[in-house]
């Protein structure tokens, strides 16, 4: 598959998981702004304290919280 500019977009993808889970909650955004209030409204409604934490890898954003993480991705996919 070409992912070329005329038929991929870009997407933001925030992730909610468990550090020796994996990923359980998934959401697509079409703007990092949206991203971000999602990712806002996941650590509101936990109970953990979450703190910011240097991203890795491929993540623009990352927060932890007692065992769970949140992460925001950029991600290419087919228009």
Known sequence: ????????MTV???AMGEK???VGEVKLHYSLE???AT??????RS???W??????????REWE???DYIEITEEKILK
Not at 39 to 44: C, K, L, V
Not at 51 to 60: D, L, M, N, Q
């Open 20 to 22: 020796c889970e994996g």
């Open 12 to 14: 933001y993808m925030v």
């Open 47 to 49: 109970y953990f304290e």
């Open 34 to 36: 949206g991203a971000h």
């Open 1 to 8: 598959i070409d992912m070329n500019d005329n038929n991929s």
């Open 51 to 60: 703190k910011e934490v240097t991203p890795s890898a491929r993540i623009i």
């Open 65 to 67: 919280g007692g065992c």
């Open 39 to 44: 990712a806002r409204e996941w650590m509101e």
